[in-house]
């Protein structure tokens, strides 16, 4: 949720944030309307129930030819805290509605527009001479590390499995990742997959993409789309000590995704798929910390995509594309030989106070006072950098290269057709 203060100091900037997201900026006086109602509300049975304390004692030193008139007095009042606490409930209700509503404010030097907009702020490496290139799929069924088939016939369409030296290429990659964000001073969490209801609401995710989200309706729980959203329930409730600086957390689990209203979009191969694996960074720490953290995020994701040495870009974000919790969001995309572009391979979200706020993490200021903090997560490796190793270090007799980084994990330099390990 966006912080009240903003919203009543300055409406002007909130309708800006959400023009940029292309979102309703009506939606910032609907807010405004319900906060003043629920003041007004909070307030006049603050006032009743104060009025019903002050008569209860009335009565209790009256005079017995007094107590009649008092006590019908008082069961006047009793009815009138009742209807004032029932309006009360209604207008909290309202609020909570319409202050969930409302995405994150947008960091300025955003670009705005839609998916199309971003801006390209760096590129890293040269996309190969590959002369007719082979796609990953093409790649892995020949080198046996991808088996879409099978996948299938267990699961349905957009499952899959990984074998052999598939299964050791990914494993290889995220024990890089985890090893990357040890380094960084990160605490390495293998976390659930499945969440409460509250977890999944308080990190932006039923809001605009509920349909993408897998929902166990007997036990009224979620499947995670992503590790963030477990990390951001880890301290829900609580008071976090960062006077030694910001939590950094590395979330290690499988994924899963409706992939709603993407048919006919990537169905080939594991680039969108229904369920993956990833290792994913998260960072709690003051407001003030967080673009600098934002930054240090995009310095491991750069250092991953080193190991893997693929030609890549770095992308900000436009307003349109970001999620609902995001204040400014980074992409990492990589060459994608056979599809002549770059695609996602990595994304990094500063969420300023949104899921914070929601989840009632805070920390204690200089003064010792409670104080919202902040939140960020950024991916470190996903199933998908499959797709970008194997594409970019396919060789002419149909064998891919192993990046050195990864060679002790799979346990050989070259992937060979007919050599399954």
Same mark, same amino acid.
């Given at each position: 949720m966006i912080d009240l203060k903003v919203l009543r100091d300055d409406p002007d900037l909130v309708r800006a944030s959400q023009q940029a997201r292309g979102e309703d900026p009506g939606l910032v006086d609907v807010l405004i309307e319900a906060d003043t109602v629920r003041r007004k509300a909070v307030s006049a049975a603050d006032?009743?129930?104060? #009025?019903?304390? %002050?008569?209860?004692?009335?009565?209790?030193?009256?005079?017995?030819?007094?107590?009649? !008139? @008092? *006590?019908a007095a008082a069961k006047e009042l009793a009815e009138q805290v009742r209807v004032a606490e029932a309006a009360q409930a209604r207008a909290e209700k309202s609020y909570s509605a319409a202050h969930m509503a409302i995405s994150n404010i947008v960091i300025a030097g955003v670009p705005a527009g839609g998916v199309d907009d971003f801006v390209v702020l760096d590129t890293v490496g040269e996309p190969p001479t590959i002369e007719d290139p082979s796609d990953h799929l093409?790649?892995?069924?020949?080198?046996?590390?991808?088996?879409? #088939?099978?996948? %299938?016939?267990?699961?349905?369409?957009?499952?899959?499995?990984?074998?052999?030296?598939? !299964? @050791? *290429?990914?494993?290889?990659?995220?024990?890089?990742?985890v090893r990357v964000a040890l380094d960084n001073g990160c605490t390495l969490v293998i976390p659930p997959v499945l969440v409460r209801p509250e977890v999944m609401a308080g990190t932006g995710f039923l809001g605009a993409h509920a349909e993408e989200v897998y929902r166990v309706e007997g036990d009224d729980m979620y499947l995670v789309g992503t590790s963030e959203v477990p990390l951001a329930g880890l301290h829900a409730n609580e008071i976090l000590d960062l006077s030694s600086g910001p939590l950094r957390y590395a979330g290690w689990s499988s994924c899963f995704r409706r992939e709603a209203g993407s048919y006919g979009k990537d169905t080939r191969g594991i680039i969108r798929v229904h369920q993956f694996d990833k290792v994913e960074g998260f960072v709690y720490c003051r407001p003030e910390e967080a673009e600098a953290e934002h930054q240090r995020l995009l310095t491991w994701q750069r250092e991953m995509l080193a190991h893997i040495e693929v030609p890549y870009r770095v992308i900000d974000v436009a307003a349109g594309d970001l999620g609902s919790s995001a204040a400014r969001k980074f992409d990492c995309e990589a060459w994608v030989p056979t599809q002549g572009t770059y695609r996602e391979l990595t994304s990094t979200s500063n969420c300023t106070t949104f899921q914070a706020r929601r989840l009632a993490v805070r920390y204690r200021d200089d003064n010792g006072k409670p104080q919202t903090a902040a939140t960020?997560?950024?991916?470190?490796?996903?199933?998908?950098?499959?797709?970008?190793?194997?594409?970019?270090?396919?060789?002419?007799?149909?064998?891919?290269?192993?990046?050195?980084?990864l060679v002790p994990y799979v346990g050989a330099d070259v992937l060979e057709p007919g050599r399954k390990r």
């Open positions: 006032n009743l129930r104060a #009025e019903q304390k %002050a008569a209860s004692k009335l009565i209790g030193k009256a005079a017995p030819d007094q107590r009649p !008139a @008092l *006590l093409e790649l892995g069924e020949s080198l046996g590390l991808i088996d879409m #088939e099978r996948g %299938a016939k267990v699961a349905g369409s957009r499952f899959y499995f990984l074998t052999g030296a598939g !299964a @050791l *290429l990914q494993l290889g990659l995220f024990q890089l990742a960020l997560n950024g991916t470190l490796a996903t199933t998908r950098w499959l797709v970008a190793i194997l594409e970019n270090h396919q060789q002419p007799d149909g064998s891919v290269r192993v990046p050195k980084a």
